[in-house]
Structures are given as C-alpha cells and as structure tokens.
C-alpha cells in the first residue's frame, strides 16, 4: 500500500505504551514527519522497556516525555500544555491495561492524564495477544472508548509475537497515518484555525469563510516500482488560485499532485500521487465545499497493471495496456451536494468545441479553456490566457502572469455562482 495522501504542518501527539508493537511506532513517526506533521512523543515507563526514548527524540526531533511528575520534563512543556498543543492524540499501541484505564477516565499516568486533559481527538490503535483482545471485559472497554468518542484503530489478524494466531496485531503505520488523515479531512475548518491567515493579507474579502477545494498539478500512474505516466503540469496556476482564493477570504482545501511549489501555510494541503488517490481526497472533501476548482491535470489513462519489479528491456517492443480513471470532475458534478463545480480545458486545436463540448458533458457550471503545446501560456509557464464558457455566457481572460489571473478568475467564478444561487432562489 502507498503512503497516500498528505496533510501538512498539524500537530501530532504520539503516546506509546509498553507492547512489542511500539517498534512499528517509530515507523509511524516516521511517516508522520515526513509528511511534514509537527510530532511529539509520550511514553509509559514499560514503553520504555521496548524502544528506548533516544529513538523517538531522533525521529521526532523533539526531547521524549516519559513522566507525569518530573520537575525537568514538565519545565519543558508541562503535561496540560502538551494536551493543549496536540491537533490529535495517537495512542499506539494501547495496550489492554491503558484501554481499561482510558475507557473509565483514570489519570494514574502521564498518557492517560493527557488523554483526560485533552480536548482534541484521540486515536486509539490496540496490540495485544489474542485471548486478552477476545475477553469480554476488554470489548466492554473497547466500547465504552468509542462511546466517548476516540476512534479505535482496529487490530488486525496474523501471527503474534508469542507465536499465537489471533486477532491482535496493531494497525500498519501506514494504515494508522491514513485514519489520521482522513480525520483531518472531515473537519479541515479545525485544522485551519492553527495557521489563521493574517488580516493584512486580506484583499477583497469578496470570499470571507466561503469553503475553496481546489486540485493542482499532474499526477502520477505508477508502471513499476521506478517509472510512472506523467504530464507536464507545474502546478502553477493552481497554486495561484490557492493564494488568490485565500487572499480574498476563503477557506482553502488544497489537493496536490507531485509540484515543485511551496502550498501558502493557510491552506489544508493533501499531497496525492495518483489519479484514483485524487479522486478520493477530492471526493471525500467536496461535498463540504461552496466551490470546487479542478485545475489538476489528472491521467486520464492509468496502466491496467503495476508490475511489482522493474520491467525488464530485454526483447523488442512492448505493449502497455492502459484504463481509463474516474473523471473527477463529472464525479463531483453528480454529487447530490455538490458545490459550484469549475474545470479547466487545455487544448491543442479546436478550444472553443472541446471546452463547450467538457462543459456540457461533464455537467459542470464554468470551464476555463487555455491553449497548451504552445511558444506562450499553458502548462509549466509563468503566463497564460483563458477563455471562459458558462452555459449561458463567456469571457476571455488576456495574457497575463498566472498569479493575476488567478484573481481574475476567482471573481468571475464568485460572479457566476452568486447568478446561478440568484436565480434558483428566484426560480
Ligand atoms: O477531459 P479532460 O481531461 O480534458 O478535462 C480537463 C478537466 O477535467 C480538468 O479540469 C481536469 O482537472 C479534469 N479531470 C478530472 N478527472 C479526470 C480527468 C480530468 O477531473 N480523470
């Protein structure tokens, strides 16, 4: 499985207590770090028995808390501090005694004394032998977690560390980053309250609060394990219309494809690869937003299948046998709640045929068409042109850099959508 998605800049408290799987959990902060997620790191006294604190200050970068009562650590960042700091808390592993002791609101130790101190969301991924996973009082205290709203990341089944068969093992790292994720993208507006956007940036206001989800960049279909189907997207103009639709108030939701650009630190940034993890960032997050912008060059073809090693050169010619992927866009369209839906043309011949042609078929409201495989504008340049199709009407967009136009089109879309919410109400 791949790493999926990204979400920048959020702080993750990692609580590890004392279970063999707490060496998987180093896996994790890896991971979490890499996904550019601040990570702090809380141990019980037998976590430390397993992996010693040296490792997760390493990985974490940050001095590793490993007491309640500790005049040196709690001059550091006191306990409640720490509970405050924390955007999510992730209990991993949580054994039967640090669930018991969580599901009945105990405060004995520095991971259950944060997790009573704490307001945000806690996670709670438990390993432990089979048979103490299956006894009643343990399901009991599984239940009575998730009645008081942490969400438990379920143990999976294999072979244990004492050599039983059983369900029990803790969630892969990678499964765990990905709940943790997809938490953060049912309630961005939480995230972003972190990294508030400074008045002064403030332009317009024209989209004060107004919720913008906005895809950027290529993707990437992978053919084998080093070669992947790619476009050549910079994701300029996205990004452009990221900081426009910020500037002028709004709410943004980034998802990216591979770009050599840095994402404005107001917006909720999820890193993607591949058209079909695209798709589900998009999905997941549209039917929350007032405007979707799909400025995104996503494969429309991804191979059948991904060889697990390198394709061999040997021999002459080869045949890629290819599918197409979902078409986010027209996805979106079809949505029952759906927001005010924007897509982009890039076309070689015949723009205003093509563009018509996306905007009647895909079900959309607006489609700003440019041309690509040109000297000036389009794909990886600093400039471009747009021509704009609604259904009822169209607008062209002169030359000019992508960051102008980008505030050029963020108004004509607020335009547009208050005409069409105008007219329904009126209609
Ligand atoms: O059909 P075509 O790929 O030319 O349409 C371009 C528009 O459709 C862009 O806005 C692009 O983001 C979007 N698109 C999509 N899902 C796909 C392919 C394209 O949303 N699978």
Known sequence: MGEG???????????????????????LVRLLRKQ???????????????????????????????????????????HINLARWADVIIVAPATANMMAKLSYGLADDLISTLCLAANCPIYVAPAMNQSMWQ????????????????????????????????????AEPVVILQQIQQGFLKSPERVIENVPLDEKHLTTGLLKGVKVLISAGPTREPLDPVRFLTNRSSGKMGYAL????????????????????????????????????????????????????????VADYTPVQVEGQKIKTEGGENTLFLQKTKDI????????????VVGFAAETDQL???????????????????????KQGGFDKDENALHVFWHEGEKKLAMTDKKTLAHQLIELIMERMNEKNTAKNSG
């Open 329 to 340: 866009l027209a996805s979106v369209a079809a949505l029952k709640q759906r927001p005010f």
């Open 135 to 170: 006894k009643a009082v343990t399901q009991e205290n599984l239940a009575r977690l998730e009645q008081h709203g942490m969400v438990i990341i379920p143990p999976e089944a294999g072979e244990q560390a004492c050599g039983e068969i059983g369900i029990g093992r803790m």
């Open 5 to 27: 998605l990204t979400i920048n800049a959020k702080k993750i408290l990692v609580a590890v207590c004392g279970g063999i799987a707490a060496y998987k959990v180093a896996e």
């Open 36 to 78: 550019t997620m601040q990570v702090r790191v809380v141990m019980t006294q037998s976590a430390c028995e397993f992996i010693t604190p040296l490792t997760f200050q390493a990985l974490s970068g940050h001095p590793v808390q490993t007491r309640l009562l500790d005049e040196q650590q709690e001059n550091s960042m006191g």
């Open 352 to 374: 205003e045929v093509y563009a018509k042609g996306k905007l009647l078929r895909k079900g959309i409201d607006l489609i700003a068409a440019n041309w690509v495989g040109q």
């Open 242 to 297: 990221a900081e426009a639709a910020l500037q002028a108030g709004a709410i943004v939701t980034l998802v990216s494809g591979p770009v050599q650009l840095k994402a404005p630190a107001a917006v909720l940034l999820i890193e993607v690869e591949t058209a079909e993890q695209m798709y589900q960032a998009v999905l997941s997050a549209a039917p929350q937003q007032a405007i979707y912008i799909g400025a995104a060059a």
